[in-house]
């Protein structure tokens, strides 16, 4: 099973991811936390040169895509291609932050969904899109940025938008999933967890609805 959460930076994928595979392995599940870009080597290693290439490297955002690409490359091989009964939660899918991301930089819709298609990958069971107006400001918080998180909060305005006209089908991604569920992440830590919670529940124990 693929569980993937979704959302701007700072939103609180990774706190989700954790409480919710932590809710999951009491159940008796086998839980992997994984994470886009990175969790393979080279993964991690394009994970930290996209964030901070060394001076005087500029990435386009084709380029910047396509690098992307690589990590996906990588982590389906190494993640997806026998799951043998694990839950696999996903901190970000490169297949959907390629649109959130990509678009606001000025890539076509179109074209990302292509590029979306060059790595085969088991479709997504669960997709939960986080959406937060507090996201900019807990990125903020964090100090030390990294060059996308640089480009400021009318850029994560923009990607935000690109996520809520996923949500609302405005951006046709419905081949890449079986559910997908709007998240309020503007909640307490617990609320937000137990919204998660209460769906893959449903999901995965329908006799108890």
């Known amino acids: 099973m693929i569980i993937v959460l979704e959302g701007v930076d700072g939103v609180g994928k990774s706190t989700q991811a954790e409480l919710l595979a932590g809710w999951l392995r009491d159940l008796g599940n086998k839980v992997d936390v994984l994470h886009q870009p990175g969790s393979t080597p080279l993964g991690d290693h394009l994970r930290a040169f996209i964030k901070r290439p060394p001076e005087g490297i500029e990435i386009d955002p084709i380029a910047e895509r396509m690098l992307f690409q690589a ?7 190494t993640h997806l291609k026998d799951l043998d009964g694990r839950i696999a ?7 959907i932050s390629d649109l959130a991301y990509g678009i606001p930089q000025g890539l076509d819709a179109d074209f990302l969904l292509k590029m979306g298609t060059l790595v085969p990958m088991p479709k997504i069971d669960m997709l939960f899109i986080i959406s937060t107006n507090q996201a900019f400001g807990r990125m903020t918080d964090r100090g030390d940025e990294c060059r996308i998180e640089a480009r400021g909060n009318e850029f994560m305005t923009k990607v935000a938008s690109i996520y809520n006209q996923m ?9 890449y999933y079986q559910e997908k569920h709007a998240i309020n992440g503007s909640q307490s830590i617990d609320e937000v967890h ?11 124990y329908p006799h108890n609805y």
Not at 167 to 175: A, K, L, P
Not at 194 to 204: N, S, T
């Open 194 to 204: 137990m919204d998660i919670r209460k769906e893959v529940e449903r999901y995965l």
């Open 71 to 77: 990590d996906h490359a990588a982590f389906v091989h």
């Open 89 to 95: 939660i996903l901190d970000r899918c490169t297949r």
């Open 167 to 175: 949500m609302n089908g405005e951006i046709g991604i419905d081949e």
